[in-house]
């Protein structure tokens, strides 16, 4: 499940910075690291992360800064903030920034790892239905870009997989345009493409639903998005 998750720790203490490192290469994360608020603006800048994990007390920028700028500027890291205290206040603060958990120190490497685990499940849908699973009668192979109901193949398009697996992890929740937009395309949604999101859903309902235009699978919820009825 972590063969592939990026993770980068924001931490300026080096023991702690290190050890979450040993543990979590150990564990198969790629993990790259900064002990700073500026170096941690850098490298988000510059490239892609699956998970931050990210220290609230930091010199040169805080990491309550750092997480409210990574969400203006539209940066969806999920980011488990560690929080020195344990104050309620701490906490707070972090959520409102926009981190997605916390974690308070001390903490046990093991409570850390299933805390990142939760998170990566919650955001990824691949690491919430894997690559084969059920979709309403279907069977969905996202590698072979294929589903098949009652023996019978349909292929699809590599969009419209990452489509359906994001509706998989999601089950009875309606998701909206922009999300399903930002998750699959990795994008931002615009006025312009939000025919975009339509259309692909068009197409993938006359491939799968038996009746498309009464689909019962993806269902439209008129002015808020679709929903995956299992």
């Not at 299933?114 to 894997?130: E, F, H, K, Q, S």
């Not at 937009?181 to 999101?197: H, N």
């Amino acid at each position: 499940m972590n063969a592939e998750a990026h993770i980068l720790i924001v931490e300026d203490e080096q023991r702690i910075r290190s050890a979450l490192k040993d543990f979590l290469e150990y564990h198969h994360f790629q993990v790259s690291e900064a002990a700073d608020g500026p170096a941690a603006a850098a490298l988000v800048a510059a490239g892609r992360f699956d998970l931050i994990l990210l220290d609230l007390m930091l010199p040169g920028v805080p990491g309550e800064k750092l997480c409210t700028d990574w969400r203006r500027q539209g940066v969806q890291t999920p980011v488990i903030m560690l929080t020195a205290k344990g104050q309620e206040s701490d906490k707070i603060r972090g959520l409102d920034s926009g981190a997605d958990d916390y974690v308070t120190k001390p903490f046990s490497l093991e409570e850390m790892l299933a805390r990142i685990r939760a998170v990566l499940r919650r955001i990824d849908p691949a690491r919430g239905v894997g690559q084969t699973f059920a979709f309403g009668d279907l069977v969905v192979d996202v590698e072979a870009l294929k589903v098949t109901r009652d023996g019978k193949e349909i292929e699809i398009s590599r969009r419209e997989a990452q489509i359906v697996q994001h509706l998989a992890a999601h089950p009875n929740r309606v998701i909206n345009r922009d999300e399903l937009y930002r998750e699959v395309w990795k994008e931002t949604l615009t006025e312009i493409e939000t025919r975009t999101v339509d259309m692909h859903i068009a197409k993938l309902r006359a491939k799968i639903e038996i009746e498309p235009g009464r689909p019962r699978i993806i269902q439209t919820v008129r002015g808020a998005g679709y929903k995956y009825v299992p």
